[in-house]
């Protein structure tokens, strides 16, 4: 039976693979291990092979798992990738490192106000529902230019890109279609904000079954689970 560590050569090896076709740097695309579902041992084998950043989706269980891991807490950097409430942000705002799913404003204004003051601002993506979008969660990409703007002004905030979720299936030239529009998005939010301390070097998109599409459109960080982890049991929502 393949092993967490084999799975996790593999990706790296599409990852790698998918550089090389685009002609991008292997250094370019970063991995985040999606270890939504998944017990913190499974975690602490993937950090063993050296994987520093985790993905996690539903607030309390990546709480947990944080707290599990509190011993390597320096070494690693804990993603936000899941829907998020206004009811839950304040814990979210004080353990993680970033938050890819922020789709409104609100949200953003409660991150940076519940940010503490010791910490280093938070990294944050905005969330575009870019093709129907499988959890229909998302800034149309009509509102988004609006929105970046307000939340590349918010202090404890540091706005890094865009992260999207297309629709599953189809075949590599089909899969390339939204993650085009995803970098287009990025490069013309680019050229509009100017906000000072803001990078803008992001685009969080790509999964198990479309990483190469993703990597060929200009993803900078991949977030993979079931291809390291195998299938997730079926969970109930948040
Ligand atoms: C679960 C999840 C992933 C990982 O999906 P896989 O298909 O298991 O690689 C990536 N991004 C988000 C937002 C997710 O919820």
Known sequence: MATIKDNLQQVQNRIALACKAAQREPGSVRLLVVS??????????????????????????????????????????????????????????????WVHSVDRLKIAQRLSEQRPAHLAPLNVCLQVNISGEVSKSGLSPEELPEVARQVANLPRLRLRGLMAIPEPGGDLEAQRQPHRALAALLTSLRAQLQAPGQMLDTLSMGMSADLEAAIAEGATMVRVGSAIFGQRPRIAAN
């Open 36 to 97: 939504k579902t998944f017990p913190g041992s499974d975690l602490r084998e993937t950090h063993a092979a050296g994987v520093r950043c985790f993905g996690e989706n539903y607030v309390q269980e990546g709480l947990a798992k944080i707290a599990e891991l509190q011993d390597l807490r320096h070494e690693l950097e804990w993603h936000m990738i899941g829907p998020l409430q206004g009811n839950k942000t304040r814990p979210v705002a004080e353990a993680f490192d």
